[in-house]
């Protein structure tokens, strides 16, 4: 709106050298000026009601260098006439002429690891001149950007299995996780005497060994050597 307080400005200051002088020449320029510095601003004033902008990201998640897809939704305003312009971030999205509406779908390249802020989506409305502009946002959203998986050799999960069971506890102990129905198959000691005095059927007691074969992977990220290395330390671990 700078732009229209200066040419409006420059139309008074024309219109009283006009009175002043009684040059009737300034008066076109003058009145000109006046009414586009009155125009404009209503022009985009008009253009910007009931348009807006959102921004839809497809995922809440994406790994480093994937494609992030997403949707802006872009309304025009009561005049669909002037000039348009829609960004996301420092990228231009084209926005279809003629059209009141439209779902544009857009593309981004996750490049860092760690939550990365998505948007906002940015729709400028100005009046036919370039004069004035106004800027509509769309809320701001947010990626969860993990890092880079390579593939693994079936060597190297081999060798980690078997260390993995070679450290499990040899001495890990039975617990008690259910009752089942007794076979005479197995041992006696495991029947369960009180459900077979409560209910007169025979019940075995079910153990589970307590020791779990899964593989643990700790990453001590507290003093890396530098940022570099703790990207490599997590692409690493997180493979």
């Known amino acids: 709106m700078r732009r229209a307080a200066q040419l409006g400005a420059a139309g008074a200051l024309l219109c009283l050298l006009a009175l002043l002088f009684a040059a009737s020449a ?13 125009l404009a601003p209503a022009w985009v004033r008009l253009a910007a009601a009931r348009a807006g902008v959102t921004l ?28 348009a312009e829609l960004r996301v971030g420092e990228l231009a999205v084209p926005l279809p002429a003629g059209r009141a509406s439209a779902r544009i779908p857009v593309a ?5 690891r760690g939550r990365q ?40 999960l081999e060798r980690v299995q078997r260390g993995s069971v070679r450290g499990m506890r040899t001495d890990a102990q039975l617990h008690l996780d259910s009752l089942r129905s007794y076979d005479a198959s197995g041992p006696a000691s495991r029947i369960h005497w ?5 209910t007169g059927e025979l019940m075995a007691r079910e153990f589970v060994a307590d020791a779990d074969p899964r593989v643990l992977v700790v990453l001590d990220a507290r003093l890396p050597a530098c940022e570099e290395s703790l990207d490599d ?5 997180a493979s």
Request: net charge neutral; glycine share 8%.
């Open 117 to 156: 802020a998505v948007g906002p989506a940015r729709l400028r409305l100005g009046d036919p001149l370039g004069i004035c502009m106004r800027e509509l946002r769309s809320d701001e959203d947010e990626v969860l950007v993990l890092p880079r998986v390579y593939p693994v050799s079936a060597g190297i």
């Open 194 to 198: 009180p459900t077979v005095a409560r």
């Open 26 to 38: 300034l008066d076109v320029p003058g009145i000109a000026l006046l009414l586009i510095a009155v």
């Open 108 to 112: 981004a390249v996750a490049e860092r």
């Open 233 to 237: 330390a997590l692409r690493a671990a």
């Open 56 to 83: 839809e990201p497809a995922a809440a998640t994406a790994y480093e260098g994937e494609r992030i897809s997403m949707a802006i939704n872009a309304r025009r305003g009561l005049l669909p006439l002037g000039t």
